[in-house]
């Protein structure tokens, strides 16, 4: 075959062919002024950025025979032998099919061998990525010590995939993406130095279309030189790629600003019927709303646009459409988006996406019109009157009085629960040992017809609480924790069931008053002091007997068990 693609003929052969790459040329060139050459280096960044490029023209200038220079002369020998591929020291390695152990463990043995033809021999290993673990093992101790004669260039688009231990041991130049511009710039020189007729604009077509990959504008190019007849147009750049041309991005955006939903379907079918790709097309309408913004918040940054061209009717939609709306906008166009990653009929969701974004409401002017204000002078200007006519009756009027403002009443903070010590203090003069075991027999059928009636929440309160004192018609009941018994005492419904419930079982109903466990002790304390010496009540030592006390008088009986407070 003759004839070769167009990132064939054009590969860069020197370091200035290189675009959008300065960071790393103008290191390496400086490096080999001063002959400051590392023995490994690693080349990553996004397929079509030049790393491979750069690698053998590394290769050249370290072996050329005008070394040191910064840009190999491509006339010697040596840089010719390099080109064509005619001299074995530079050997060029494709990892993801080389990527065994038996191929490293070749290369390692045969690196001690000095080169044949030039200074240097250089191993290019491409995508070093898919060598396996122990391949990666197998060269580490040759990448760190290797003989002075070797240059190590490895070459990924994965770097993470790459073992910190290798990376540590290279130096690593990162390859970005290659700006639309500079791309642009570089198709102008090749079309101009090979006569091909090309509309500027659809340079600018297919330089979006290769996502800052100079070997895929090139590709898609070539393809677009081909497609077309004496010129390569915009359309025919449109149709290689797949993209959307502005001025039907122009006009579906006018229908949506007109909220004629039928014209944006209508738009939008014709769209589709021509082979154009949704999930490309939404792509491409993000980005158009995307330069929309950027145009309106920074109108000089022209070069900061990347899907349009800032012609009149760009510029007459980007005035009408307020930011807030553009936001909203690129919302709805990014959730389609996203939906239409995980559905088989994508159309669906983008005819419903054009259809949201026609029902958008356009928000009304905060700004009240003239027939809005008259009303409100005319009021104002009554009132004006009215106060000249009460000075002009002799009553004061005090412009700088303050308003009155009433103020809401503060909330108490809360406080802890407060012991009814009064009316435990009488239950206390009437309580009696039988009333007390009386009360304590029925308590474990109290609690289980309390989760019967539904009060499960209430019942749970009774877990840690105890009856310690009962009377006739009064009990005591001492909780474990304050804000049970708070709970317990406040709840107007759970009283009166537990008054229902006791009237069933004993056949009389009680009062309950509840104390918490550390106020308990206090009281009773207080209580048995103030009627020490009243032998009146013999059950006053008796108001509570403890679980520890009563299984202690089972256990030795009552004339053997002495209790001391």
């Known amino acids: 075959m003759s004839y070769q693609a167009l990132y064939r003929v054009w590969r860069p052969q020197s370091f200035i062919d290189v675009v959008g790459q300065e960071h790393v040329t103008q290191t390496l060139q400086n490096a ?145 993406r290659i700006t639309a511009q500079a791309i642009v710039g570089r198709m102008k020189l090749i079309v101009d130095e090979t006569d091909i007729q090309c509309e500027d604009q659809a340079l600018h077509v297919v330089a979006r279309a290769a996502d800052g990959g100079m070997r895929d504008a090139l590709s898609l190019l070539d393809q677009a030189i081909s497609f077309s007849q004496d ?90 459409i307020k930011p807030e709306e553009l936001y909203e906008l690129i919302e709805l166009l990014n959730k389609a988006q996203q939906d239409m990653r995980w559905t088989n009929h994508p159309r669906i969701f983008l005819e419903v996406a054009i259809v949201k974004l026609c029902q958008i409401d356009q928000k009304e002017s905060q700004i009240p019109s003239s027939e809005d204000i008259q009303p409100l002078l005319k009021k104002i200007s009554d009132l004006e009157n009215e106060i000249n006519e009460i000075k002009r009756l002799g009553v004061a009027v005090n412009h700088d009085a303050q308003p009155i403002v009433e103020k809401k009443p503060q909330r108490s903070s809360r406080r802890g629960f407060q012991v009814p010590v009064g009316k435990v203090n009488e239950i206390l003069k009437q309580a009696t040992k039988g009333d007390l075991a009386i009360i304590k027999g029925q308590w474990g059928e109290m609690i289980n017809r309390l989760v019967h009636n539904q009060m499960r929440s209430q019942a749970a309160l009774l877990n840690d609480a105890e009856p310690v004192a009962a009377s006739q018609n009064s009990f005591i009941i001492k909780f474990r924790y304050e804000i049970h018994c708070q709970m317990a005492m406040e709840n107007t419904k759970f009283l009166d069931t537990l008054t229902n419930i006791l009237n069933e079982l004993i056949g009389k109903r009680m009062h309950v008053a509840g104390v918490p466990n550390d106020q308990w002790q206090k009281i009773r304390e207080d209580f048995l002091q103030s009627q020490h010496g009243d032998e009146s009540n013999e059950d006053i030592h008796l108001i509570e007997e403890e679980p520890l006390v009563a299984e202690a008088k089972k256990l030795f009986g009552e004339n053997l068990v002495e209790i001391k407070d």
């Open 231 to 320: 010129k390569v147009t915009v359309e025919d750049a449109l149709t290689v790629t797949g993209a959307v041309s502005q001025g039907f991005l122009n006009k579906l955006a006018n229908a949506i600003l007109d909220r004629d939903a039928a014209a944006g379907l209508s738009f939008l079918d014709e769209l589709l019927f021509q082979g154009k790709d949704p999930s490309r097309f939404i792509e491409d309408f993000i980005l158009y709303y995307r330069d929309i913004l950027l145009y309106k918040a920074a109108p000089r940054l022209e070069e900061s646009l990347e899907r349009v061209m800032l012609d009149e009717d760009f510029q007459s939609i980007a005035n009408k």
């Open 32 to 176: 080999l002024l001063q002959q400051k050459i590392s023995h490994a280096y690693l080349f990553s960044g996004p397929r079509g950025t030049g790393k491979t490029s750069a690698a053998k023209i590394l290769a050249k200038a370290v072996n050329c025979e005008r070394s040191p220079i910064n840009e190999p002369c491509n006339e010697c020998s040596s840089c010719k032998g390099i080109t064509d591929g005619s001299i074995p020291d530079v050997i060029e390695i494709d990892a993801a099919s080389n990527n065994g152990v038996e191929e490293i463990r070749d290369i390692r043995d045969k690196v001690k061998y000095a080169p044949t033809s030039v200074r240097f021999k250089v191993y290019i290993v491409d995508e070093v990525h898919m060598l396996s673990i122990g391949a990666f093992n197998a060269l580490l101790k040759t990448l760190e010590e290797p003989p002075r004669h070797v240059i190590f260039i490895l070459a990924t688009t994965e770097p993470h995939k790459i073992p910190l231990t290798i990376i540590s041991r290279c130096q690593r130049f990162d390859f970005k």
